[in-house]
């Protein structure tokens, strides 16, 4: 297996099966003072994959244990690599996120440009569950978690196709939910300081800084 991402909360590796290949995340390497959250994290993708039922766009899980899981590798670039310039990319992310939302899952983590794939057929693909909420209600609070969803994708859709933003979504984009705001304002600062000050990284999977 090839390492493609080491860090405090274990590894993520790619291998092969079948003549496929998978990824594997492995919470067995965390530090021991993050072993909890680097297992709790996994288990909390692991449910959101097996939730989704292999929604298009989505990697299928595999298999899933009390620290690992196996899942599907999806072939692409990350976003911040591809740069999508094509309004259609933009159309159908939407339409994934919009999908994703309503089989019960808020994914709670597109702000990450590595997140987001661009796939051989120039398709979007999402990656990387660890953060997802499941809901089967889908109340009030996972309609919010749900809009800023949609809220990051505007974000991106600002730096690499701005001419095509609509009056609705640069209102969309100019109104963050309260919760956002807050952690903006006090979460962000901390997370900041801890992950760049103290171990000298960037949470962002391809940067190359892990």
Sequence with gaps: MKILKS???????IGEERGSPVIVRDTSTA????????RLLCRREARALAWIDELPGTPRLISAEASSLRREWIEGRPMQ????RNP????QARR????LHRRGVAHNDLAKEPNWLVTPTGAPALVD???ATVSSRRGPWFRALAREDLRHLLKHKRVYCPERLTARE????ATPAPHSRFWVATGKPVYRFITRRLFHW????????R
């Design 202 to 209: 960037e949470d962002r999977e391809g940067a190359g800084d």
């Design 129 to 131: 569950f660890q953060l």
């Design 7 to 13: 860090d405090l909360f274990g590894r993520v590796l």
């Design 88 to 91: 259609d990319y933009f159309h």
């Design 81 to 84: 690599v591809a740069r999508p």
């Design 96 to 99: 994934l996120v919009m999908a």
């Design 31 to 38: 530090r021991w003072w993050l072993g909890w959250l680097a």
């Design 170 to 173: 640069r209102r969309i984009l």
